[in-house]
Each structure stands twice: as structure tokens, then as C-alpha cells.
């Protein structure tokens, strides 16, 4: 051990963490809020995240700064790579 405090990490540094926050809903709105979500294949939280960027977008107060919404689920899957074709023998 060399005795020396690991270096400091700024906030710059730290991974950023989702803000939590406690939302009222009339419960009217939140079954509708709900609804669509599950036609669309959200939760109702994701729901209200995706129109709240939109609404963002539209009044143009998106933050540059704000990351893209994560892609939750399954990867996409990839295409299998084709193996290299041996080159045709002369005749």
C-alpha cells in the first residue's frame, strides 16, 4: 500500500443518478395517463417522461445537457456476421 487516499471525484465525475420525485395525480388522469401508456408499451412513469421532453422540445427549453431517454428491454438483435468466403481455386 502506498498510504495515499485515492483521488477525489468532482461532480463532474460521478455518474449521473435519475432525480426521483413524488407526483399527485387527479385519479382520473392517472388512469387515462395509464391507458396510454400501456398502448403505446411504457409504464406510466416512462409515459410522463417522454411527454414532459416533448413538451420541452416543442417550448424549446430542452437542455442540450439532457441525456436521451434509456432504452429498457431487449437489445436489438444483430444481424449474423456472414464467415469469409475462401477464394475460388484457379482452373
Do not use: C
Amino acid at each position: 500500500m502506498t498510504g495515499e487516499p485515492p483521488p477525489r471525484r468532482t461532480p463532474a465525475d460521478r455518474p449521473r443518478q435519475r432525480k426521483q420525485m413524488v407526483l399527485r395525480l387527479d385519479p382520473a388522469v392517472h388512469d387515462a395517463l395509464a391507458r396510454w401508456a400501456s398502448d403505446e408499451l411504457r409504464s406510466a412513469n416512462a409515459q410522463i417522461e417522454f411527454l414532459l421532453r416533448r413538451a420541452l422540445k416543442e417550448a424549446g427549453r430542452l437542455p442540450g445537457a439532457a441525456a436521451p431517454i434509456a432504452r429498457r428491454g431487449r437489445p436489438p438483435k444483430q444481424p449474423p456476421e456472414e464467415p469469409a468466403t475462401p477464394p475460388a481455386p484457379d482452373a
